[in-house]
Every structure is written in structure tokens, then in C-alpha cells.
């Protein structure tokens, strides 16, 4: 089975991101990321998805476990998990040049989509 996982950690909160291919769907702790709340930070959560445009993950899944920390603090943990998961998965399974590409729309938008 093709799958990577990745975490992502904002203070205390900590976000493991598991991703297989799929169909394009994003859960977080068993939830659809559509009701991710607070509804106000609700699109913190999807930048990523949306820097990058949905054909870029509409063939993985992600799942995403996240624990500790606010709600502001796992919002953010669960934005990085989601973009060093697809990073790691085109370094993986699709090839370096795409994977190259990603990394750098990302850090173009913000540096802590990446680094730790």
C-alpha cells in the first residue's frame, strides 16, 4: 500500500498526518475537514489545499490525527501535517521535479506551512 506519514507541531499540539492514495478525501480525527471548528480558522486549514489546487490532491486521501494544544494551536499543527504529507508523498511516489515545485509554492506563501 502507498502511503507516507508526517506530523506537524504548533506549541504543544502535535498533528500526524496519514496519506495514501484516494480520492480526494480529508478527515481530521474522523471528521470531514468541511466542519473543522472554530468556523473562523476554518480556512487556515485549507490553504494548503487551496495553494495548490485540487487536482494536486485529488488522488490521496488524508487522514490526520491531531492532540494537545487550543484549537488555534491544532489548526495550525493540522495545516503543516497536510502540506509535508503531500510533499513527502510527490517525493515519494510521484518524482522530484513536482515535489520541488510544491515545496516551493508553499514556502512562497509561508515558511511554517514546512519548517518546524
Do not use: C
Request: proline fraction near 3%; glycine fraction near 8%.
Amino acid at each position: 500500500m502507498e502511503s507516507v506519514q508526517t506530523f506537524g507541531r504548533k506549541k504543544t499540539a502535535v498533528a500526524v498526518a496519514f496519506v495514501k492514495r484516494g480520492v480526494g478525501r480529508v478527515k481530521v480525527n474522523g471528521v470531514p475537514i468541511e466542519l473543522v471548528q472554530p468556523e473562523a480558522l476554518r480556512f487556515k486549514v485549507w490553504e494548503p489545499i487551496l495553494l495548490l489546487g485540487a487536482q494536486r490532491y485529488s488522488e490521496v486521501d488524508i487522514r490526520i490525527r491531531v492532540k494537545g494544544g487550543g484549537y488555534t494551536s491544532q489548526l495550525y499543527a493540522i495545516r503543516q501535517a497536510i502540506a509535508k504529507g503531500l510533499v513527502a508523498w510527490y517525493q515519494k511516489y510521484v518524482d522530484e521535479a513536482s515535489k520541488r515545485e510544491i515545496k516551493e509554492i508553499l514556502t512562497t506563501y509561508d515558511l511554517s506551512l514546512i519548517h518546524i
